[in-house]
């Protein structure tokens, strides 16, 4: 597996549910990033957490650390059409030379 | 401010051919780094350049290789291309090098290799 694994692949919930996805990662880290890219607007830059943090929130994202597992979870309530998107987390664990992304998470949210 | 914008958006090419793609980076950003999405490997990191220098650069041949100018910005050059180029290449700026920055992202510019 990767550095950083995003599960599910793909995830389809109706609008207003909430959805949650998670990164998985093998080597320490320094922080841990969440990304999002849609055919509008590109990679867009959501959270970043530290490894010394445990949660962190952003509007509807809340997004948990849990170093002990190695594993990271991004949490979007009260989702909207327009969350519709890839979700790639993003970590420093190539030794801190480089972001080592995931293959993503492909959330639909259905109106 | 205004973001990172890549030039061109989109791009065809023969095989054999060699191809510089430019980045513009965020005003006041001095780190740029590039990386190439394609569906079978998903995002790969390709190189950083702070201060007109490569500090890192990924596990990709010596066909790509790239530069950065006083101003920051940032070109990235791949010869002697091959199909499996074709690819969306992202340019990312970031305020100082390292990974302890978020990284902005350029649209990209669509590679096809024909």
């Known amino acids: 597996s990767q550095q950083g694994e995003e599960d599910p692949q793909a995830l389809s919930i109706q609008e207003g549910e909430n959805a949650t996805m998670n990164c998985s990662y093998k080597?320490?880290?320094?922080?841990l990033q969440w990304y999002r890219q849609n055919s509008g607007r590109g990679l867009v830059h959501l959270i970043l957490?530290?490894?010394?943090?445990r949660e962190k929130h952003s509007g509807r994202l809340r997004v948990t650390l849990d170093t002990s597992k190695k594993s990271s979870s991004l949490l979007i309530t009260a989702s909207r059409a327009a969350d519709t998107a890839s979700y790639f987390c993003?970590?420093?664990?190539?030794?801190?030379?480089?972001?080592?992304f995931g293959p993503g998470t492909r959330l639909s949210v259905l109106p | 401010k205004a973001g990172v914008t890549q030039t061109p958006r989109y791009l065809i090419k023969t095989r054999g051919q060699q191809v510089t793609l430019s980045c513009s980076p965020i005003s006041g950003h001095r780190s740029v780094s590039w990386y190439q999405q394609t569906p079978g490997q998903g995002l790969q990191f390709l190189f950083e350049?702070?201060?007109?220098?490569?500090?890192n650069k990924g596990n990709f041949p010596g066909r790509f290789s790239g530069r950065q100018f006083s101003n920051s910005r940032s070109e990235m050059n791949v010869s002697t291309l091959e199909l499996g180029d074709s690819a969306l290449y992202l340019c990312a700026s970031s305020l100082e090098a390292g990974l302890d920055y978020e990284q902005y992202f350029g649209p990209g510019t669509r590679l096809t290799v024909t």
């Open positions: 350049y702070f201060s007109e220098t490569q500090r």
């Open positions: 993003a970590t420093d664990g190539n030794y801190g030379q480089n972001f080592v």
């Open positions: 080597t320490s880290i320094n922080n």
């Open positions: 957490i530290r490894s010394n943090e």
